[in-house]
């Protein structure tokens, strides 16, 4: 009898297990079909929009070929006039063409005949002929972000000290609304922290806009209070003509206008601002919705000159100069160990050296200039702030978001509550997937309460990365994270990982620079410190994150121990870029391990977390 009644406790646990896999099976089968219709919808939009930009790209090849065309004609009579040119020189220095005009002229007063004469039969040199040119081929214009903004001073002086300094290359791309077009009137300062955030439009004048703007008619016009340029008269003080037709061509094609008060004094600008339909304002004196400054990411990062730093601190009128262009500011930046600033310094001045990861204070602090670079993205991005004006505007603000799909597997079931607890003090994260031991299927949704929670039973048949595989097919966030519960994850941690994705290039971001704690030695070790904000073989698995789509295509070995050295082999292989951001936020904990003791340096005996958490 007990046979028999265990025998069909052991048939319904099959048929559980089987029924569970079957319904696991069938989630994924609708997935696959939802993936596969949405694939099929974006293969039929693929397929419209290649077909527009194959007739747009053969539109503009007919245009250039007019153009040159045009162009090769225009050099053609240009020539033929410069030989009409030369002939007629010619014939006037011709021998008998002077003696005709000698005759002409002195045929009633013999002396000035016979002096014409004379100086008609004198030799005179004649005109060399014209030679056909070669017709220039047009420049393309290059329209990407940053293409013609770049550093021109490598040299600084300080003291009477000359530097030379390897400037910081200005990215050139992407933007982060390719679907929207601005125009866009502004300092330098401004044009720089916009060029990225859609397509943008500038250099055109009060004289040629009708002429400019509509080779791609824009969604909206941004005019800054500028202080210089061709449109300042226009803009300080009574509006000029050329604003004024400007507004009236957006208005007759329905552009939304944008004046946004950033400098000088408003009352200056306040005639010009009543012309526009929305008015933002970086002061909030003057009672316009406030629309500050914020960090731009592409170019106010903590990606490191070539040359490194100086081991100086300079005050804030050394760092900047006279008369350095935006770009020849960005390399300056990063120059110094640490800044000086006076006690008035603009926050936006102070938060752009900042997210450079520069010290602002007497002394060079890594953790204090870490935690203010994190607290400059944190005061608001400059993705952040034209969301807020599109917002104000009507237009949609579209664009990629950073939401974060964690991949934890518990394999020791004492190491539950610990693991959950890392992830359930992280932000951004959107979705946790959990292989575990049966409890967790009950504690996960309690301790992580906010976002959805999907569970998975462990199965000692699948190794590590076959299951870190399984867990990706249920991902949906653009991002995805895998965590190791036996590590310690500090409440940033994430955040500043996901920020790195604002301004590196990578598709794969993590630590090679980390702590490490060994707590049968109680020592505190940090793994190659020189690692920080650079394009590195590889980073360390369990701080490992990347976009989904490239996880899907480089996927996770069928292996245990070591799964993540044989996913960085293959990124090398397949040209996949992975970045190492910085050394804080993550402290990685084992009982004993010989190769961190040999491949770290030695940090003190004690707790790890006062270093790595802040």
Request: charged fraction near 25%.
């Amino acid at each position: 009898m007990g046979t028999e009644l265990e025998s069909t406790r052991q048939a319904l646990r099959d048929a559980i297990a089987q029924a569970e896999h079957a319904a696991e099976l069938a989630r994924l089968l609708d997935a696959a079909q939802a993936r596969l219709a949405e694939a099929e919808q974006s293969a039929e939009e693929a397929r419209t929009l290649a077909g527009q930009l194959n007739e747009a790209e053969q539109l503009l090849e007919d245009e250039r070929a007019a153009a040159n065309k045009l162009r090769k004609e225009l050099a053609e009579q240009r020539y033929q006039a410069e030989v009409a040119n030369w002939k007629l020189s010619s014939i006037k220095v011709a021998r008998w063409s002077r003696l005709g005009d000698a005759i002409k002229t002195g045929k009633k007063n013999p002396v000035r005949l016979a002096k014409g004469l004379r100086t008609a039969a004198k030799p005179v040199k004649r005109p060399v002929a014209p030679k056909r040119k070669p017709v220039a081929a047009a420049q393309v214009k290059d329209d990407r972000p940053g293409a013609a903004f770049q550093a021109t001073t490598s040299t600084r002086t300080i003291g009477g000290a000359s530097f030379k300094l390897k400037p910081f290359r200005v990215p050139t791309g992407p933007n982060t609304r390719p679907h929207i077009t601005a125009a866009v009137i502004a300092d330098p300062h401004a044009e720089a922290l916009l060029r990225y955030e859609w397509r943008q439009t500038t250099g055109f004048t009060p004289r040629d806009f009708a002429r400019v703007l509509p080779i791609e008619v824009p969604h909206l016009l941004v005019v800054e209070s500028v202080t210089q340029g061709p449109w300042f008269e226009e803009i300080a003080g009574e509006p000029g003509e050329g604003l004024r037709a400007l507004l009236a061509w957006c208005s007759e094609r329905g552009i939304k206008t944008v004046f946004w008060h950033t400098q000088g004094d408003a009352g200056q600008y306040a005639a010009t601002a009543g012309l526009f339909e929305y008015r933002f304002s970086t002061d909030p004196a003057t009672g316009w919705p406030r629309l500050p400054f914020g960090v731009q990411p592409r170019v106010h990062n903590p990606l490191p000159l070539a040359g490194g730093r100086m081991d100086r601190v300079l005050t804030l009128e050394q760092l900047i100069g006279d008369n350095l262009t935006y770009p020849d500011v960005l390399t300056s930046y990063r120059w110094p160990a640490s800044v000086e600033c006076p006690p008035r310094t603009p926050q936006w001045r102070l938060a752009e050296i900042a997210a450079c990861g520069t010290s602002i204070g007497p002394d060079p602090d890594s953790r204090r200039a870490h935690v203010a670079l994190r607290r400059a993205y944190a005061s608001g991005t400059m993705t952040e702030r034209v969301d807020e004006l599109l917002e104000a505007v009507g237009l949609p603000s579209a664009r990629a978001t950073l939401n974060v799909s964690v991949l934890l597997p518990v394999l020791d079931p004492a190491l539950l509550e610990h693991g959950l607890a890392q992830v359930a003090r992280q932000s951004g994260v959107a979705q946790v997937i959990v292989f575990g031991p049966p409890e967790a299927e009950l504690r996960a949704p309690d301790v992580l309460a906010d976002v959805e929670v999907i569970f998975r039973h462990l199965d000692s048949s699948r190794s590590t990365g076959a299951m870190l595989a399984r867990g990706l097919d249920l991902c949906e966030a653009d991002l995805v994270a895998v965590m190791d519960p036996r590590d310690v994850y500090g409440m940033h941690y994430l955040n500043d990982l996901r920020r790195a994705f604002q301004f590196c290039t990578a598709d794969i971001v993590g630590k090679a620079a980390f702590y490490a704690h060994i707590r049968k030695a109680q020592a505190t070790l940090l793994k190659q410190p020189d690692a920080e904000y650079s394009y590195l073989p590889e980073i360390a698995g369990a701080t490992l994150l990347a976009r989904r789509n490239t996880l899907r295509e480089v996927g996770f070995p069928d292996v245990s121990e070591g799964w993540d050295e044989v996913m960085m082999r293959q990124c090398r292989t397949d040209g996949v870029k992975v970045f190492s951001a910085d050394r804080f936020g993550y402290v990685r904990v084992r009982d004993e391990d010989r190769w961190l003791l040999g491949a770290a340096q030695l940090v003190e005996y004690g707790s790890a977390e006062p270093h790595a958490l802040i």
